[in-house]
């Protein structure tokens, strides 16, 4: 039977109708329709983790509005429409002053939902759908959402080592996915691997670019979490290493369950708050 020219499972390019592997990447055509079909639920499944991310960010920074008490600019663009920083303390950000003086550990986790104004947010949120289906794509999505949440965790932690007072925002997160795919491009090697490498060094690179030119900028966040990233890259690996295993999932579960109870923590102890003003 005639084979029909159908995308690559890994790299998303053409796989001509005589061809048993990419050109692109030099992965094997899938070799029956069970292949195509499994691969489209894996996809699908890591469509729905972005999104629910990118929701849940959207309705913390709608609540950050209602919250305020008045809404800011000032010299920072990306502080244009942007909660004050009562409303952001209260719903979770994070940094020396809010663990070292209210013990809020669980902030390590919160604050990559939370952003100082609509720009912080959109920049975010579009770095986020363009790195997580790649990420989703070489790791597998509960993986990729451990490298979200454990990314952001770790970029935080540096910031908080390095004595940062106030920091919110989901780049340290997302610098945690950018992290593991830089790992897995040197790690691959090939052809297709020096390709991410040399994508997702341009992240970087425009990262710092933007650190050095933008006033408040987290760089230390941004650093944990690259750091982190290819650290939680490295130890658990990638889909050419061998599928998701239970850990994961596990894991995965424990990271949503844990982000989960903080979030609602956040939203709780907010509204108290102001009920009893």
């Not at 990638?238 to 956040?266: K, M, P």
Request: aromatic content about 10%; proline content about 3%.
């Amino acid at each position: 039977m005639t084979q029909r020219a159908m995308l690559c499972p890994r790299c998303r390019k053409i796989i001509g109708s005589n061809e048993v592997t990419c050109s692109w990447c030099g992965a094997s055509r899938p070799s029956s329709l069970l292949a195509s079909a499994a691969w489209t639920r894996g996809a699908l499944d890591g469509d729905w983790l972005i999104r629910a991310i990118i929701t849940l960010n959207i309705g913390f920074y709608i609540l950050s509005l209602m919250v305020s008490s008045h809404r800011g600019g000032g010299l920072n663009p990306l502080s244009f429409m942007a909660p004050d920083q009562t409303s952001l303390l209260l719903l979770g950000g994070t940094g020396t002053m809010p663990i070292g003086q209210f013990g809020r550990y669980w902030t390590l986790i919160s604050a990559s939902y939370l952003h100082g104004g609509i720009l912080h947010l959109i920049f975010n949120l579009m770095a986020l759908r363009q790195i997580a289906p790649w990420v989703s794509q070489e790791y597998g999505p509960n993986r990729m959402f451990i490298i979200y949440t454990l990314g952001g965790v770790a970029g935080f932690w540096v910031s908080w080592l390095a004595g940062v007072h106030f920091t919110i925002g989901a780049s340290a997160a997302v610098c945690g996915l950018i992290g593991s795919l830089l790992y897995f491009g040197k790690s691959r090697g090939g052809t297709y691997g020096a390709m991410v490498y040399r994508e997702v060094s341009g992240w970087v690179i425009g990262l710092i670019l933007f650190g050095l030119i933008m006033p408040g900028i987290n760089n230390w966040g941004h650093g944990g979490g690259l750091l982190g990233g290819i650290l939680l890259g490295m130890m658990l690996g990638y889909q050419d290493h061998g599928n998701e295993t239970a850990f994961h999932r596990i894991l995965s579960l424990s990271c949503v369950v844990l982000t989960v109870g903080v979030l609602g923590w956040a939203i709780f102890s907010t509204l108290v708050l102001i009920l009893a003003r």
